[in-house]
Nanobody
Framework: VQLQASGGGLVQAGGSLRLSCTVS????????MGWFRQAPGKERTFVAA????????EYADSVKGRFTISRDNAKNTVYLQMDSLKPEDTAVYYC????????????????????WGQGTQVTVSS
């Protein structure tokens, strides 16, 4: 399976961006999907995840109420709508997928995901 992230860019604080992650090679419905981010000099951290059926979503405390994860399995695409962006949201954003993770288990750790996209840069200016 291949993951292709897109939609990053430069935005002012308070603005919005929508990231997309397109899955190819296998149906996206087979995978629990997540978004992670990595700022310069820092570890990759969990942002959001969504179950295969979209029934369950999870967010990092730092983005709750501002970011929304969604998916369209017919389009094999997962989205991350980012509103009220802050300079501290600046990072490279990565989408990740795994066929074995369950929304009833642990899925906020990056090392649990076997498939990763190439990352898309998000820069929020103050």
């Amino acid at each position: 399976v291949q993951l292709q992230a897109s939609g990053g860019g430069l935005v002012q604080a308070g603005g919005s961006l929508r990231l997309s992650c397109t899955v190819s090679g296998r149906a996206s419905s087979l995978y629990l999907m997540g978004w992670f981010r990595q700022a310069p000099g820092k570890e990759r951290t969990f942002v959001a995840a969504i179950s295969r059926s979209s029934a369950n979503t999870e967010y990092a405390d730092s983005v709750k109420g501002r970011f929304t994860i969604s998916r369209d399995n017919a389009k094999n695409t997962v989205y991350l709508q980012m509103d009220s962006l802050k300079p501290e949201d600046t990072a490279v954003y990565y989408c990740a997928a795994d066929p074995l993770l369950s929304s009833t288990g642990t899925y906020t750790r990056a090392e649990l995901y076997n498939n990763w996209g190439q990352g898309t840069q998000v820069t929020v200016s103050s």
